[in-house]
């Protein structure tokens, strides 16, 4: 820290008929906060009058008034930095530095302490001081702006405020290679900061100086000159948006996310919170990939539980929806802050996914001119790269329907409505969304059959993976209805695998029909619950039909060695044990597939060609008695 010595006589001073000490001089000051007068007139050749065009005209002034006292209560800085003009008008030694330099300043400009008065006056002096020195000190530079809060409006007449913010802004905006001077870097530092490869083949490397290594010394600003510094930072236009995001990120949990919620419910720095939350958001850098997903959840989450106004929560929630691919589950669980029953605020968390499919509409065209010709194509980068955001954004959601169906005061409508939104979006599989379905029927044993129905319409259970399959197969919680559906097909998917083996097989349209399409986002064609019949009406099949279908399944798995490796025998036993054996890997019995298909056929959700070739029409009188129903019927 730098720091100046005025004057060099010490701490006494003569009068006229006594050596008087000038500390107990201040000591009078201190108690009274006031001036003697004639204290000023038994000087020898009277130094503060001498020095101060102030105390002068209050000299004169009382000298009409017959009255012996001076009232210099509202000098800035208080007696201590009265203290600091008195001895170096007595010519004493004073010690200037980053912390007292200010006082001192905005002291001697209300005592009028100008050249004008006296050459060499302390104005002078200390503006010297802070020009040369002060200044030019990245760290003596924010002790002074710091100073001023209890100076003001004193440093901000004198544009102290504005040298400083200046100089602040100019050295962290130059290149990092130039940083000469000490700073505080207590995060994760670069290997050569660690002493990592800082020396090589015996020479011994520069240390690097990180982007951001001025971002921890103005987490110490308070919240407006913050602001000031990071906008004349930003203004500057040398510094990279990443940097600021990082230097904002880390004000806000200096300043803003450090126990925020304790905070909130003792009423403790609202205000201030407040103000942080209200510059932080205004700072924020526009540029894509300044800041992270996260980092604008979380600001959200402080909007919400200091009820900020709507135009920070519109502003968060359009940026977050631009980049939400980058969020993660545990950064969604915002908690509501309403008297309503629910853990999360579910509307947030809608609010971001409707911007985000708005965003992702389209993919767009590119137009590309090459002379005097316009060729119109295809934006397949662009395409790929909302493909990939939409599968991360799909998982996300399907991972926050599992958290917040834990929460038993959920409501089935929102939730559903929450899923419905993303339903359009990709997903290789379905397993998100059937782990989000089981937590629900776990923590809510109460529902009905038709709202069970409605949630586990959510799901394809032709887009279920193996393993989720076999826990399907296996889960009391789900209606019978999803169960037959899942062992169905995944006797398709035996089918299949079973043609796939032997080339010369022909899987019937109808299986063909049921096989998941190459986008892999449908949910709507085989959702499970799509009416809202009665499992008596359709003819569901049997606990044992049930087990039977199980059983079935499990010796298909089990023995698919024993097919694949006997396809080659079976071939050269001629065609009719080939085709018993192809009968044997694609058809179920005809009795369970007539009840499961029962209702699906009145339906309409086949064509009338696929359903004469379906597996449960091979019965001709079933076949008859299931197109003599005029209602629409859905098995359970």
């Known amino acids: 820290m730098k720091y100046m010595k005025l004057g060099s006589k010490p701490d006494a001073f003569q009068t006229e008929g006594s050596n008087i000490s000038f500390s107990g001089f201040i000591l009078d000051y201190f108690s009274k906060r006031k001036i003697v007068l004639m204290e000023l007139l038994n000087g020898l050749?009277?130094?503060?009058?001498?020095?101060?065009?102030?105390?002068?005209?209050?000299?004169?002034?009382?000298?009409?008034?017959?009255?012996?006292?001076?009232?210099?209560?509202?000098i800035p800085g208080g007696p201590s930095a009265f203290k600091i003009c008195a001895k170096f008008c007595y010519g004493m030694i004073v010690t200037l530095n980053a912390y007292n330099v200010l006082a001192a300043r905005c002291a001697a400009e209300y005592?009028?302490?100008?050249?004008?008065?006296?050459?060499?006056?302390?104005?002078?002096?200390?503006?010297?001081?802070?020009?040369?020195?002060?200044?030019?000190?990245?760290?003596d530079s924010i002790i002074v702006l710091q100073s001023t809060k209890s100076l003001l409006p004193w440093c901000e007449n004198l544009k102290v405020i504005n040298h400083c913010i200046d100089s602040i802004g100019s050295k962290a905006s130059i290149d990092p290679s130039e940083v000469e001077w000490s700073y505080t870097y207590n995060r994760k530092k670069l290997p050569s900061e660690n002493g990592i490869d800082s020396h090589w083949n015996g020479v011994r490397k520069q240390l690097m100086v990180p982007n951001d290594w001025w971002v921890e010394d103005l987490c110490e600003l308070e919240v407006d000159l913050y602001k000031r510094v990071i906008m004349t930072i930003k203004g500057k236009g040398r510094t990279p948006p990443v940097v600021i995001g990082e230097a904002l990120r880390a004000y806000a949990y200096r300043r803003l996310l450090g126990s925020l919620e304790d905070a909130v419910s003792n009423g403790v720095d609202r205000t201030k919170r407040h103000a942080a939350l209200d510059a932080i958001v205004f700072l924020l850098p526009t540029e894509e990939g300044s800041v992270s997903c996260g980092f604008l959840l979380k600001l959200l989450k402080a909007a919400c539980l200091l009820e900020s106004g709507e135009s920070h929560r519109n502003?968060?929630?359009?940026?977050?929806?631009?980049?939400?691919?980058?969020?993660?589950?545990?950064?969604?669980?915002?908690?509501?802050?309403?008297?309503?029953?629910?853990?999360?605020?579910?509307?947030?968390?809608?609010?971001?996914?409707?911007?985000?499919?708005?965003?992702?509409?389209?993919?767009?065209?590119?137009?590309?001119?090459?002379?005097?010709?316009?060729?119109?194509?295809?934006?397949?980068?662009?395409?790929?790269?909302?493909?990939t955001l939409k599968l991360a954004v799909a998982k996300l959601i399907d991972g926050y329907l599992a958290e917040i169906a834990k929460d038993p005061n959920l409501p089935l409508p929102k939730l559903m409505a929450l899923a419905e939104m993303a339903s359009s979006l990709p997903r290789p599989t379905h397993d998100g969304l059937y782990r989000a379905i089981d937590m629900y029927l776990k923590e809510h044993p109460s529902l009905s059959k038709s709202e069970k129905k409605k949630l586990c319409g959510l799901m394809d259970c032709k887009q279920l993976s193996q393993d989720a399959c076999m826990h399907a197969v296996q889960n009391e919680?789900?209606?019978?209805?999803?169960?037959?559906?899942?062992?169905?097909?995944?006797?398709?998917?035996?089918?299949?695998?079973?043609?796939?083996?032997?080339p010369s097989a022909e899987l019937p349209s109808a299986v063909?029909?049921?096989?998941?399409?190459?986008?892999?986002?449908?949910?709507?064609?085989?959702?499970?619950?799509?009416?809202?019949?009665?499992?008596?009406?359709?003819?569901?099949?049997?606990s044992s039909d049930i087990n039977s279908l199980r059983s079935m399944r499990l010796a298909n798995n089990s023995g698919g060695s024993e097919r694949?490796?006997?396809s080659s025998d079976t071939n050269k036993n001629g065609d009719d044990k080939s085709g018993a054996g192809k009968a044997k890997g694609m058809l179920m019995p005809k009795k369970i597939l007539s009840k499961l298909w029962s209702g699906k056929t009145n339906a309409g959700e086949n064509s009338s060609s696929d359903t004469s070739e379906s597996p449960g029409s091979a019965n001709p009188e079933e076949v008859k008695s299931t197109q003599s129903r005029s209602t629409r019927r859905s098995v359970s």
């Not at 169960?483 to 998917?493: D, H, N, S, T």
């Open 45 to 74: 050749q009277f130094p503060l009058l001498s020095k101060s065009s102030r105390l002068q005209r209050l000299v004169a002034s009382s000298n009409e008034e017959k009255n012996d006292e001076l009232d210099i209560s509202d």
């Open 111 to 139: 005592l009028e302490m100008f050249e004008t008065i006296d050459k060499g006056n302390l104005i002078y002096k200390i503006d010297v001081f802070l020009t040369s020195s002060v200044f030019r000190t990245w760290k």
């Open 315 to 387: 502003n968060l929630i359009k940026r977050i929806g631009a980049q939400l691919d980058g969020a993660s589950v545990a950064d969604l669980l915002i908690p509501v802050n309403t008297d309503e029953n629910s853990v999360y605020n579910i509307d947030l968390v809608m609010a971001i996914v409707e911007e985000f499919m708005s965003q992702n509409s389209d993919n767009g065209k590119a137009k590309l001119q090459d002379d005097e010709e316009i060729v119109e194509a295809e934006n397949v980068s662009v395409t790929t790269v909302s493909s």
């Open 477 to 502: 919680r789900l209606p019978l209805r999803v169960v037959v559906q899942v062992l169905f097909f995944e006797q398709v998917r035996a089918s299949v695998a079973s043609a796939r083996s032997d």
């Open 512 to 542: 063909r029909s049921l096989l998941p399409r190459e986008n892999g986002n449908s949910i709507g064609s085989s959702r499970s619950a799509a009416t809202t019949t009665t499992e008596e009406e359709c003819g569901v099949p049997t």
């Open 564 to 566: 694949s490796s006997g």
